[in-house]
């Protein structure tokens, strides 16, 4: 059998498999906030999986949008002392008991930022009754770090809670490429380096042509730390990670492909509700969210 022919039946057999375990819903809500115009991360609120955090890429305010995933808006914050050189990705996590986000200012197109940095916050308080958010909020700590091996371009950026540890993907090598860093500090502070682990493939379905369909716009790991979803131009593939295994051993795996997104530019994407949902979001103006739901 040719091998081109076989490489498209076992992505067909992988898109089936998915598909057995999370279904694409048809409803397609757009934001109403006329500030996320650029959306490159989107997070699910610790507090209400109901509310959405969404963050803008370069050249826009260093802000939190606060929306419902039927599209609702509820108003932004700014980051207080941060800039937004090339924000990329969003997560949101509980750690210590309290609930927590992370902003990746981890663009670099062109692979010229020798050091890059990552924000940690407290999960600002949502509006009750109908109310919006305006303000500012703090920020706990900024991370500050570069890469094992030279500047990178990531957008998809993950925590795994359990062992403390931020997970970082390339996006423009091939292939892309995992790191860790500590969510810790270091005693001694400063500038971090990451640890290359591994590297992984999510490699579109055979017949595909979506440009650059193979590079990984975003990423998240569930809160018990069993699934990694990662996104790309053409869809979600789901890692699944066994009891005692290392991220770069369910990364060395070929992943679930789940139904194609359909979206134009697709840049973020969330675990919702545990893993009962995984939300994604394209970026441009009047943004709209999918969602993939998990079948019963």
């Given at each position: 059998?040719?091998?081109r022919?076989?490489a ?6 992988s898109a ?6 999370y279904?694409?819903?048809e409803e ?12 490159s991360?989107?997070?699910v609120s610790?507090?209400?999986p109901?509310?959405?955090?969404i963050?803008?890429?370069s ?20 980051l ?11 997560v949101?996590f509980e ?5 927590r ?7 670099d197109?062109i692979?010229?930022?020798r050091?890059r ?10 509006p ?35 062992a403390?540890?931020i997970?970082?993907?390339?996006k ?11 969510m ?8 971090q380096?990451t640890?290359?682990?591994g ?19 975003a ?10 979803a990662v996104?790309t131009y ?6 699944e990670?066994?009891?005692g295994?290392?991220w ?11 139904a ?8 973020a ?6 893993t ?16 993939y739901?998990?079948?019963?």
């Open positions: 059998m040719p091998m022919l076989l498209m039946l076992l992505g067909a057999v089936v498999h998915a598909e057995a375990v279904r694409l819903s397609r809500p757009g934001l109403r906030s006329g500030k996320v115009r650029e959306a991360g989107i997070a610790q507090r209400d109901a509310r959405l955090w963050i803008n890429d050249d826009s305010s260093p802000s939190l949008h606060l929306a419902g995933t039927d599209g609702a808006d509820f108003g932004s914050l700014e207080s002392g941060a800039t937004n050189i090339d924000w990329e990705d969003l949101s750690l210590d008991g309290k609930p986000l992370l902003v990746a200012d981890t663009g197109n692979a010229r930022h050091d940095v990552l924000y940690l916050l407290d999960e600002p308080p949502l009750q009754d109908g109310g919006r958010l305006s303000g500012t909020v703090p920020i706990l700590r900024e991370i500050r770090f570069r890469y094992e091996g030279g500047p990178r371009d990531c957008e998809a950026v993950a925590v795994d809670v359990a403390r540890r997970v970082l993907v390339s423009r090598t091939d292939p892309p490429e995992v790191h860790e860093l500590p810790d500090p270091p005693a001694k502070g400063g500038v380096t640890r290359r682990i590297s992984l493939r999510v490699e579109a379905p055979g017949g595909s042509l979506i440009p650059f369909r193979n590079q990984p716009t990423m998240d790991i569930s809160a018990d730390g069993s699934r990694a996104l053409y869809g979600v593939f789901l890692f990670r066994k009891p295994e290392s770069a051993e369910a990364f060395s795996r070929k992943p679930l492909v789940l194609p997104h359909a979206l134009p530019q697709a840049e994407l969330a675990f919702g509700d545990g009962k949902s995984i939300h994604v979001l394209t970026e441009g103006p009047n943004p709209r969210l999918v969602s739901r998990l079948k019963d």
